[in-house]
Nanobody, 125 residues
Framework: QVRLVESGGGLVQAGGSLRLSCAASGETFNRDAMGWFRQAPGKDREFVTLINWNGETITYADSVKGRFTVSRDNGKNTMYLQMNNLKPEDTAVYSC??????????????????WGQGTQVTVSS
């Protein structure tokens, strides 16, 4: 059974930092793109970032550019999201995704084969 498990969420003050992890099991994603989405209460799911299999191609949403950094360790089948200078509007459930199945629409949730359950990030003002 394939599982993506996020961790590292929590409550932080504005301007603070958090590091999220996404650990995959049941399958190896060493040759697959992985990414992060987020969903705030009452809002649609939002694309955050995508990293290709070797980390050489990365895409960020404009809202997080310069503040968030995605990385991966294929030896550990794990992806990370370092979030700095957090803002209250970053408050959301953050979910990781793996295996892009539709490369035309990377910002669409349905373009990915696997999803994690998500981890809550709350940024207080």
């Amino acid at each position: 059974q394939v599982r993506l498990v996020e961790s590292g969420g929590g409550l932080v003050q504005a301007g603070g930092s958090l590091r999220l992890s996404c650990a995959a099991s049941g399958e190896t994603f060493n040759r697959d793109a992985m990414g992060w989405f987020r969903q705030a209460p009452g809002k649609d799911r939002e694309f955050v970032t995508l990293i290709n299999w070797n980390g050489e191609t990365i895409t960020y949403a404009d809202s997080v550019k310069g503040r968030f950094t995605v990385s991966r360790d294929n030896g550990k089948n794990t992806m990370y999201l370092q979030m700095n200078n957090l803002k209250p509007e970053d408050t959301a459930v953050y979910s990781c995704v793996a295996r892009l199945i539709n490369g035309v629409t990377i910002t669409t949730a349905q373009s990915y084969a696997y999803w994690g359950q998500g981890t809550q990030v709350t940024v207080s003002s």
